[in-house]
């Protein structure tokens, strides 16, 4: 575990963390291996990968806000394979994440498939709280867990010609009706190879404390805290590496929107919708969005001499 030197507008993870979440997390650990035991067992039938959490906190990622709650987070999300809402919680549900086939593709040593139930157990997972910025123009706090993109780009040994890394979701539109819709399914995203292995990007395989929910993009997703949400892809099946800029779903559909970069910005403004502040979905409160959504000290140093391009929306 990293230890991080702590900035100013920070606070410790312990104050961000809501009463009941910490509370929680001490009777477990009073109460020893048995109750934790009984939980995952509980569980273990439901999901393969169940007893794998909850897993250790990286306290070198704090937020300076609350915790948004589960039952708020899962009834608030962007999934348009489900509908074009945010209450597509009980649609999602029909999304069937076992078995679960990862591909790695395109410029690799050697292409190859990996069950997820495997790819996880090669990865040593853990906590990460991280803010989430919409271009809609809210935001989330959200314990996460997995691992490191970058531990998952040298598992696939990228050729040395390979730039970006595209991340693409599933297809399956008898379940997922929306993709009845002319959009260009299935939905996806990608980034240069530098911003796939800074620290921050991370593969999310669980979050509250247990495997990522349906809706929140089982059974794996990324996220990448100084982008914009929609660079973040659910329910992926796939991770090519390619020497060609990936163009996403959104950026496909309105290009004049939504570029490549879509990094954090509040004074750069998307055609129709303002991005200087952001509504915190649990609180309602309204703050100032920061460029790189308050990550610059980590992402920064990516963009340099990159200044006259449009990396923010
Ligand atoms: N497969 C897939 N991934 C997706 C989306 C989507 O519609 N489909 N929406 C994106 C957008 S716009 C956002 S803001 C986040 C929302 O994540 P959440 O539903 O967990 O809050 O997921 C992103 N990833
Ligand atoms: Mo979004």
Not at 14 to 43: D, F, H, K, V, Y
Not at 185 to 209: I, K, M, R
Not at 212 to 230: D, N, T
Request: hydrophobic share 40%; charged share 20%.
């Amino acid at each position: 575990m990293h230890i991080g030197r702590r900035k100013g507008w920070e606070i410790p993870e312990r104050l961000a963390t809501p009463e009941s979440l910490w509370l929680n997390r001490r009777q477990i650990l009073a109460a020893g291996a048995a109750l934790t035991l009984g939980g995952t067992a509980a569980r273990a039938d439901i999901d393969p990968t169940a007893s794998l959490y909850p897993a250790p906190r990286n306290s070198r990622y704090t937020v300076d806000r609350g915790i948004t709650p589960e039952a708020i987070n899962s009834n608030h999300n962007n999934f348009f394979e489900f509908g074009f809402y945010k209450q597509i919680g009980h649609a999602a549900e029909a999304l069937a994440i076992r078995p679960w086939d990862v591909g790695i593709a395109g410029l690799v040593e050697k292409e190859f498939t990996i069950a997820f139930d495997d790819l996880i157990r090669k990865m040593q997972i853990e906590e990460r709280l991280y803010r989430h910025r919409c271009v809609e123009g809210w935001a989330m706090t959200v314990p996460w867990t997995g691992f490191p993109l970058a531990a998952l780009v040298a598992l696939a040994r990228p050729a040395g010609s390979a730039r970006y890394v595209r991340f693409e979701s599933f297809y399956d539109p008898q379940i997922a009706t929306a993709q009845n819709s002319f959009y260009p399914w299935p939905y996806s995203d990608g980034v240069t190879l530098a911003e796939a292995t800074n620290e921050l990007a991370f593969v999310v395989t669980g979050a509250y404390g247990r495997p990522v929910a349906k809706p929140m993009g089982a059974p794996l997703r990324i996220h990448l805290p100084w982008k914009y949400g929609f660079k973040s892809v659910k329910s992926i099946v796939k991770f090519t590496f390619t020497d060609e800029r990936p163009v996403g779903f959104y950026q496909r559909i309105a290009p004049a929107a939504y570029g490549f970069w879509a990094n954090v910005n509040p004074d750069s403004p998307h055609p129709r919708l303002d991005q200087s502040t952001e509504r915190d979905i649990a609180t309602g409160e309204i703050v100032r969005t920061r460029l790189f959504n308050g990550y610059a000290e980590f992402v920064g140093g990516l963009y340099a001499g990159q200044e006259g391009e449009a990396l923010y929306l």
